[in-house]
């Protein structure tokens, strides 16, 4: 999950991220940031900031190697960020991606992905 543009967008991906964890799906943000607000950081298992394993978005290698730090493949991650270009970074991965655009359609796409159940059931 990305946090400018998706996180930071309101709470229904707030609370998307905290469903998937809670499910047992293993979380991770990868944020060209170098920081994020208090609270963030701590709804993830890996929280990745800017340059801090030695590539960035979009390079195909920062979801290779976020997903070894989730003790997964990337073909078993799905990755959501605004841009298209990281979008295709994680694809080109092997990763599952979500372009987000509007908090409904990411949110829906991500629950059929992980099958969640919808919010509020």
């Known amino acids: 999950m990305d946090y400018a543009g998706v996180l930071d967008q309101g709470p229904d991906l707030v609370g998307l991220v905290r469903r998937a964890r809670a499910a047992g799906v293993p979380t991770a943000l990868v944020t060209d940031a170098h920081a994020v607000p208090d609270g963030f950081a701590e709804l993830f ?44 970074g994680a694809r080109a991965a092997g990763a599952v991606a979500v372009h987000h655009q509007r908090d409904s359609s990411t949110v829906t796409d991500v629950e059929i992905l992980l099958d969640l159940p919808a919010a509020g059931t």
């Open 45 to 88: 298992d890996v929280v990745v900031l800017g340059p801090a394993i030695g590539v960035r978005k979009p390079d195909p290698e920062v979801f290779r190697r976020v997903a070894a730090l989730l003790g997964c493949s990337p073909a078993d991650c799905v990755v959501v960020d605004d841009s298209p270009r990281n979008v295709r």
